[in-house]
């Protein structure tokens, strides 16, 4: 049993105790300790790795200490996994603790004649209290520190640190900082809470990944130096959460890391994929933080392959939202077959986003989601013709003027027409805006069939009613609310009196018949007319020239004027003569 018996500290680890005991009885250092146990050392040396994880007789070392043998149980580190260990009640990755070496501070060592935990992590190089860098080096042998270094208890309070030659930077400073502060409290960063091993995990992720985005390598992390310039890239990640990470991201998409597969997830990312779907991994708070973003970059901006069904380890959540598709994930959204996608493509509803190396096209969720919302509502060449209550004669005059915009057109690959029902109800609308009530004209049903006669086809009167040069009258149809038969237009059938003609009613006044024997003489050639197009009437009427008139009372005579008439008269015209219903004389 030895002399002086420390008891064991809960910051303590085995190492740290076993110098502890060692400082206590004047050893040279632990190792000694051990070999007058008799405990048989490999090589001369003392193995750092077992001795932290208690793999050597504790219970002798108990009984000499006059403690209970499980009190040096519970220092001991215990592995969970292959590459981790439990300590301290954290899961810390084995790779991110240096077992062999030791850093410390002369300042810390002196007040507390201990060397805490955080000093044996590889990130840990600087101390902020004493505002200097860990000595990692013997000062005298030049040789790395290590927990059999002669006399390490009795002289490190008396090195001098290593001076600073450039000053240190702010992501090892910021980094130091946070592992100190880890020790006592807990980082919570984008809702997740992270103890002391998970931001390890963090740091060892970005260090190792960014060295490889920038085909980088480091000589042996157990170099001092080359810890502090490793660890360092890592803040830059974690301060600009999670932007830096997606640049991260979309570099190895453009940079894959295999060779061997044309596209996929694996071919850009497969030792990153691997790590954050290692099961291993899958307690850290750090690693879920790291996959929830890797599949946000993998659902929003991933354009360089397919989630496939077979990426099983990837949420369905992800796979089904991602951001871009192929024909055949697009053909199930819009269920219809492949042929009628491709359809699309060709009449400019859809457009490729990206490429594939294999040949597949990519397509934007955002914009086949937005054609499926067009599609729905849709209607028909017939549905649309219902809806406006006209023919569809008329309807493809409205849609090939542009009235109404079709979403699809026949062409040679196409022989549908597709209207979307909301373009329909926006010229509804606007029609309503532009209705004049103030005449009644509500009653003339008549008047899109003599603008028809006018030389106005459907589209034409329903284009100048909405540019505001044709009035018209508004009477809503409860049942049929899209029907252009709502909107009656003015037609005007007052018409401006032509001097050189006189209708046959006048004629009729003038010569004294009845009208059937003015169509008579017209028919007969005695009269002649004009067809003129007026207002009053959607068909052209008959108009006789009044020179016609004059010409016909020149040249004959009537039953009513032979009295009046002086010589020799023949008759011409009369219903034995031509079947001309009076009787027309001849001088």
Known sequence: MLLIRPYTKATDTLPNYLLRLTAANYYQNSMQLLRDEHYLLTNNRLPGKKIFFGNFNLDRVAKLANINAD???????KHTFSTRCLAFGQEFLTKTINFSNVRVCPFCYQEQQSIPFANSLFAKTYCTEHSCLLLSIHPQTRRRLNWATHFLWRDASDWKPQELVNGICDAELAINEQLETLTRNKLVMADQVLDLAEYCDLLE???RFHQLAHTSSCNSKYDFNTCRHYYAPAHYYLAKWPERYFELLEHFETHPMASSRLTGVRKCFRDLYDDLYSPENKNSGAYKLLKSRFEQYLKDHYSTGLLMSSLSIVSDEVKAESSYMSKEQISKILNCRVSRVNLYIREGLLSVSNSLINGTDLFQRKEVLKLKTQLNECLSLEQCARSLCISTYHLR???RSGV?????IPSKNNRDWLVQITLIKKVINKLKSRADNKNDNTKNKSAVKRFTFAKFNLANLISEMLNGKIKFNFDLDKHNPLSLKQFTPHFEIADDKIEEYISPAEAVQQLGVNKNAIYDF????YLNCDKIQVKRTPRPIKMIPKKSIDNFKSKYRLSSQLKKSSGKLTLVSGPR??????NLYSA
């Not at 009190?71 to 580190?77: A, G, I, K």
């Not at 003569?577 to 009076?582: A, I, L, M």
């Open 205 to 207: 992720f970005f260090a």
């Open 397 to 399: 005059q409205l849609l």
């Open 522 to 525: 017209i028919k007969l050639g």
């Open 404 to 408: 109404i915009k079709p979403l699809l």
């Open 577 to 582: 003569v031509d079947g001309c219903c009076v």
């Open 71 to 77: 009190q040096l149980r519970e220092l001991s580190f």
